[in-house]
């Protein structure tokens, strides 16, 4: 994957210069292969190991340097306009799990295939082209500007590593998502254009009538943001890291979304991986954030504990 020193640099302040960084990064077990300069902007060629699904993106190899050289690593605290107050809408829950925020419902009926599912809304959109700045890095990274809202999940993905998704609010019909397994014949169209028969073993985002996503793979193709979009619905969820790895290779996909959560993506940054995405849309595309954050907390998941003794440590490197 590719990184970009000048990104980092915004996340935590490194006084020494790229190629030092890049040989300390390597040296701390973050590799980077090679480091070349590309329209004017130095880019670091990495070698992640797979278990390093935290430093796949800019702000977690940000926390290795910050951790290398002992200086602050910033918080990240997306900025959102503030919304008139409804009532709560993050609940402790058991599947299947109902969220209502106004008149948009989120059911998780299978919590071990979803353990959350955060939301936003954001009305009166206008797509078009990405500003120069977010395109150039998209570029530099190896990823095609499609669209203001489709790149700030790019975007957004790259900054932060948790995959997020944008769909077009008034294709969701019935007006609810439903995270549930697939009905066998079930058919779902995804956003490369090949259409796939689903079973019951494969994981889906629905509305009320049919799936318009392959969950943590891809989304679908009648669902899809294109110029014609108004308004907005942000996904960004935890999908159990067995069942995207299953339906990925029973479908043939690799995606940046499944390569991340076939590893174990971050379940604790759904909510802030949303807000950066709709504070993207809305300094590129316009538009009203309307209601609060939904977060439909089906299960907590919480990382096991090692016990590491110094002592076990030196016997094993025999020192």
């Known amino acids: 994957m590719r990184i970009l020193p000048a990104w980092l640099r915004e996340f935590v302040d490194v006084k020494a210069d790229d190629r030092q960084l890049a040989e300390d990064l390597t040296s701390a077990g ?18 992640l190991t797979t278990n390093r699904v935290d430093a796949m993106n800019h702000y977690g190899v940000a926390r290795e340097a910050s951790a290398i050289y002992g200086v602050e690593l910033k918080p990240f605290q997306p900025k959102l306009p503030a919304v008139e107050r409804g009532p709560s809408t993050s609940l402790p829950a058991v599947a299947p799990l109902r969220m209502t925020q106004g008149e948009f419902p989120i059911v998780i009926d299978d919590a071990e295939g979803c353990a959350r599912y955060t939301a936003r809304i954001v009305r009166g959109v206008k797509i078009g082209p990405s500003p120069e700045h977010i395109a150039k890095r998209l570029e530099l990274l190896g990823s095609r500007a499609i669209n203001n809202a489709a790149d700030a999940t790019n975007y957004a993905i790259n900054e932060l590593g948790h995959p997020t998704h944008a769909f077009d609010l008034d294709l969701l019909e ?13 058919f ?6 090949v259409g796939h028969t689903l079973t019951s073993d494969d994981l889906v985002i629905a509305d009320a009538e049919k799936p318009v996503a392959l969950a943590g ?20 969820a935890w999908f159990d890291p067995a069942t995207v790895r299953s339906m990925a290779k029973r479908h043939g996909m690799h995606t940046d979304a499944s390569h991340r959560f076939e590893r174990g993506a971050d379940w604790g940054i759904t909510p802030t991986a949303c807000d950066r995405v709709a504070e993207l849309i809305l300094e590129t595309a316009g538009g009203e954030l309307v209601g609060e954050r939904i977060d439909a907390v089906a299960r907590t998941v919480q990382p096991p504990t090692i016990a590491l003794r110094r002592a076990e440590v030196k016997r094993i490197l025999g020192i």
């Open 188 to 193: 779902l169209k995804t956003l490369d254009g």
């Open 174 to 186: 019935g007006g609810t998502i439903i995270v549930r397994r697939a009905k066998d014949g079930e």
């Open 30 to 47: 973050i590799a980077v292969e090679t480091v070349v300069e590309e329209h004017g902007a130095t880019v670091y060629e990495m070698d």
């Open 217 to 236: 793979v891809m989304g679908g193709f009648d669902s899809m943001i294109t110029e014609k979009t108004k308004n907005v619905l942000i996904e960004s």
